[in-house]
């Protein structure tokens, strides 16, 4: 029987997990389908029993569901550090909580950068993927930095990690730019449609610093032209950790090795085409 995966969020419309799972569906041969499903908060816990009991097979979990559907679901050890889950596994009964967002960054980070141990990462932002991408770089020996428009937010994801201190966006950021070795976007800013907006610009930055926006929509984002005008010279956007997560989540359902090049040529042919 065709087996079923899905996404649930609020929005879901503008989701990119669709094309980019059934690629690797039919690109494998497989017999499944992924799908969109807008739940709401409200509903999320009979979403989940109703996938199971439906025979879903897997889930993937997105704005606004992450932190409140670890309720619902075993969680890994690392998903209930992190505070968040964005992947559910159906195949043992129970569903099991995942979080692969820090995995997908962790993968990207280290094809750019290698050893992560003792690099200086400045990472913009608190919020669940922030979490998720400074706990691996934490556990990897990295020194971070949480940079947040919230400072309380910042101090308080910086005080779960072993070597991590927090900052406002204020004049201080500037100085810790200087000092970085690896810069992450991971905040809303800059995504569509404010594609103009940009928390740190290219006189602030130095050329050998590593330069990751998260964001994917656009690809070309406005902190990534600024570190390309400042000379930076390794610059990554945001769609090879989306297709990383992604691909750490089909490996947990599937047990098989995804065809990340596929996924990712099927992501960025939307994302220049428009949705
Ligand atoms: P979230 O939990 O809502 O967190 C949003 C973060 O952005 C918070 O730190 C927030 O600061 C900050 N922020 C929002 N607007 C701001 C502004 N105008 N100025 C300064 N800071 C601002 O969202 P999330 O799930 O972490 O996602 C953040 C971004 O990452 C989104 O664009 C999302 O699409 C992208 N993302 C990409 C991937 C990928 O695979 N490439 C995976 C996950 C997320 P406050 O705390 O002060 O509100």
């Known amino acids: 029987m065709k087996k079923i995966y899905g996404i649930i969020g609020d929005p879901i419309e503008h989701s ?3 094309v980019m799972h059934n690629a690797a569906f039919e690109k494998l041969g497989l017999d499944a389908v992924y799908l969109a499903f807008r739940v709401s908060k409200g ?3 009979d979403a989940i029993k109703g996938a199971k009991s439906l025979g879903i097979a897997g889930l993937n979990v997105t704005i606004p569901l992450k932190e409140k559907a670890l309720s619902f679901v075993d969680a890994e050890v690392v998903a209930k550090k992190i505070g968040a889950i964005n992947t559910i596994d159906f195949s043992s009964g129970t569903p099991v909580g995942y979080n692969t967002d820090g995995l997908g960054s962790l993968r990207v980070l280290k094809e750019t950068v290698g050893e992560l141990k003792g690099k200086n990462v ?4 608190a919020g669940g993927a922030a979490k998720a ?5 934490d556990a990897e020996g990295a020194r971070v930095t949480i940079a947040n428009r919230t400072k309380e937010r910042a101090a ?3 005080s779960n990690l072993r070597n991590a201190n927090s900052i406002g966006l204020d004049a201080e950021l500037k100085e810790h730019v200087k000092d970085s070795d690896i810069l992450i976007n991971a905040t809303a800013v800059g ?7 940009t928390l740190v610009n290219a006189d602030m930055m130095h050329p050998d610093l590593v330069v990751f926006d998260i964001v994917y929509n656009p690809v070309d984002t406005k902190l990534l032209r600024e570190a390309k005008r400042a000379g930076v010279k390794k610059i990554v956007d945001g ?4 297709v990383y997560q992604g691909a750490a989540s089909f490996r947990i359902w599937t047990k098989m090795e995804p065809p990340v090049e596929v996924m990712e040529k099927v992501v960025r042919d939307v994302l220049i085409r428009g949705y």
């Open 16 to 18: 990119l997990s669709p």
């Open 43 to 45: 509903e999320l816990g």
């Open 122 to 125: 400045l990472i913009l932002g």
């Open 133 to 137: 991408i400074s706990f691996y770089l």
């Open 156 to 158: 308080q994801l910086a």
């Open 191 to 197: 995504m569509h449609p404010h594609e103009d907006a």
């Open 239 to 242: 769609v090879k950790m989306l």
